[in-house]
């Protein structure tokens, strides 16, 4: 069975650069196959992707966050992580960490359960 | 970037009815869409990829359909573990992958 586990810091100052990182274990991590997402959901709103990683490094990234955000794979500790930088309020989020899986089409079958970051001073 | 739809927002339904969620992509996204579940407090998990293929482990009563900008997510016979949001989520884009904003299901 595929786990995933976000840790990293539960608060950040504004503007500084909230950095998290996803655990996995279980599955084949360096598996082709699949791809490595972060999806944030501020409180009561809808999620909202980030960006992916695939094994490969290669990534995509939602235009909204510009260049304010890098999503980086370290196969060797079976890890990915998240830094976005320049954060304000509007960052205060649960951020997931999830797998995805492509055969055909794309779609994320493991997610994380979830950890909550909040900007504040 | 393409923008996902869902209707309605939220709805209130009882137990044993037929529930449907539309969700429509602002453009074309060929069968390029997932469906989300997500209880409260919980992380989202998926029920139907490829528009219409059930994930392993999703009770049947679960079911999706369309294609091209229409879509749509039904529950056959509502039970009370299903309140939760449901999303839409396109990966039809080669850069952006999109949600829906949700929709809220409540049991009478």
């Known amino acids: 069975q595929v786990q995933l586990q976000e840790s990293g810091p539960g608060l950040v100052k504004p503007s500084q650069t909230l950095s998290l990182t996803c655990t996995v274990s279980?599955?084949?991590?360096?598996?082709?196959?699949?791809?490595w997402s972060w999806i944030r959901q501020p409180a009561g709103k809808g999620l909202e992707w980030i960006g992916r990683?695939?094994?490969?490094?290669?990534?995509n990234y939602n235009p909204s966050f510009k260049s304010r955000v890098t999503i980086s794979v370290d196969t060797s500790k079976n890890q990915f992580s998240l830094k976005l930088s320049s954060v304000t309020a509007a960052d205060t989020a649960v951020y997931y960490c999830?797998?995805?899986?492509?055969?055909?089409?794309?779609?994320?079958?493991?997610w994380g359960q979830g950890t909550l970051v909040t900007v504040s001073s | 970037d393409i923008q996902m739809t869902q209707s309605p927002s939220s709805l209130s339904a009882s137990v044993g009815d037929r529930v449907t969620i539309t969700c429509r992509a602002s453009?074309?996204?060929?069968?390029?869409l997932n469906w989300f579940q997500q209880k409260p407090g919980k992380a989202p998990e998926l029920l139907i990829y490829?528009?219409?293929s059930l994930q392993s482990g999703v009770p049947s009563r679960f079911s999706g359909s369309g294609s091209g900008t229409d879509f749509t997510l039904t529950i056959s016979s509502l039970q009370p573990e299903d309140l939760a949001t449901y999303y839409c989520?396109?990966?039809?884009?080669?850069?952006?992958?999109?949600f829906g904003q949700g929709t809220k299901v409540e049991i009478k």
């Open positions: 999830a797998r995805g899986t492509f055969s055909g089409i794309y779609y994320t079958d493991y």
């Open positions: 279980g599955g084949s991590f360096s598996s082709a196959s699949y791809y």
């Open positions: 990683i695939y094994i490969s490094g290669s990534t």
């Open positions: 453009r074309s996204i060929s069968s390029y």
């Open positions: 490829a528009a219409a």
């Open positions: 989520q396109q990966t039809y884009s080669t850069l952006t992958w999109t």
